[in-house]
Each structure stands twice: as C-alpha cells, then as structure tokens.
T-cell receptor, first 114, second 116 residues
C-alpha cells in the first residue's frame, strides 16, 4: 500500500518570494505522482504530474516539482509567488499495474501575504 | 467543455432523510470516484468504480451507497444520513484503463452537505 505525507499543514509566505511545499511518499512499487490545487470554494485542479521520464516536471501557473526516487519525495516549487496562489495544495500518489487508485496527502495551505 | 458535474452544490438535510448527490462526466471516462474532504484529514475515498456495474469500497464507505448503471453517471446515496456525514464531497473521474496511462483526476466543484 502507498502513503503520502505532506510535512507542512500551512506555509505562509510573502508575495514574490520563492516557496517549496514538501511531499514524501511510501510505496514498494513504481509510482505516479501528482499535485493538485484547490482554490477557495472550488474543486481540485491538476497542477502537474510525474508519470515517467524527466524527474523535473513543469505544471501550470509557473509551478514545478522534482521527483527524487532515492528520497521518495516530490516537492513542489515556485520561484516567485503571487497573492492568487493562495490555495490548498494536495500531493497524491498512485501505483502502476493495479487499479491506479490514488492516495492523497492531507494538504498544505499556502498563504501568500502582500 | 470537458467536466464533472455535481449536484447540488449545497445541501442541508435532517438526520435519517435519504438523499442522493448526482455526479455526471462528459469525457467517456471509465474510472469514477467519490471523496469526502474534512479539515485536517484531507481527501478520503468513499467508493470508486472501474467501469459500468463495477464498484468497490474505498477507505470510508460506511453509511454510503453508489451505483454505476451508465458510464457517465455515478450517484452517491446516503440512505440514512447522520451528522458525522456533514462534509464536503467531491466526485472525480479518470480515463485510466490500466495500460500505463494515468492522466490524473478531473474533479467536480463539490457538494457541501450539512446534516442536522
């Protein structure tokens, strides 16, 4: 079985500063990794995904994430955040060869201050 | 527009009164799933369906039922709602066919349910 840990429940940051949201996973087989964003009063939206190939994945809105197999991590980064990036961010993992049922982390609330 | 549509967006009901939350997708996705989202707990899967007439329990299925009679629809049924089912519910779909493809979920906008 797989599991996901988002190490920070809340990350406050000032506008135009860089940010990193941390995600670690546990799985005994190959994984697919995802980041979703949830803006206030909305559903979740896929931000980016890692399926295979290059370990650096670029997503929408200037976000990127790096898959690190040795550290079992998939941290999300943005070099300069905007007020509009204030949202809840979820990391998710699913495994190949099965039903692809994803497991979600508990979420990290990114709060961008002016 | 490709989307997952849930109805209603908001619902207040009383304990024990049966209700159904509808979910429909227009992308011909095979895989559909229901989640509930609670503060501090993230998303927890209630039920999922790999295809028509194929459903299975997720992590928190107690008190819920689902059906998948057509590919596009996956309603969530609460036969006798209780206050601990007050939550934010999301339906999601995925075209994954177990062939090494995994495009990620498309989520509905959510249904905020309050049971009093």
């Amino acid at each position: 079985a797989q599991s996901v840990t988002q190490l920070d429940s809340q990350v406050p940051v000032f506008e135009e500063a860089p940010v990193e949201l941390r995600c670690n996973y546990s799985s005994s087989v190959s994984v697919y990794l995802f980041w979703y964003v949830q803006y206030p009063n909305q559903g979740l939206q896929l931000l980016l995904k890692y399926l295979s190939g290059s370990t650096l994945v670029k997503g929408i809105n200037g976000f990127e994430a790096e898959f690190n197999k040795s550290q079992t991590s998939f941290h999300l980064r943005k070099p300069s955040v905007h007020i509009s990036d204030t949202a809840e961010y979820f990391c998710a993992v699913s495994t190949s060869g099965g039903s692809y049922i994803p497991t979600f982390g508990r979420g990290t609330s990114l709060i961008v201050h002016p | 527009e490709a989307q997952v549509t849930q109805n209603p967006r908001y619902l207040i009901t009383v304990t024990g009164k049966k209700l159904t939350v509808t979910c429909s997708q227009n992308m011909n996705h095979e895989y559909m799933s229901w989640y509930r989202q609670d503060p501090g707990l993230g998303l927890r899967q209630i039920y999922y369906s790999m295809n028509v007439e194929v459903t299975d329990k997720g992590d928190v299925p107690e008190g819920y039922k689902v059906s998948r009679k057509e590919k596009r629809n996956f309603p969530l049924i609460l036969e006798s709602p209780s206050p601990n089912q007050t939550s934010l519910y999301f339906c999601a779909s995925n075209p994954t066919r177990g062939q090494g493809e995994n495009y990620g979920y498309t989520f509905g906008s959510g249904t905020r349910l309050t049971v009093v």
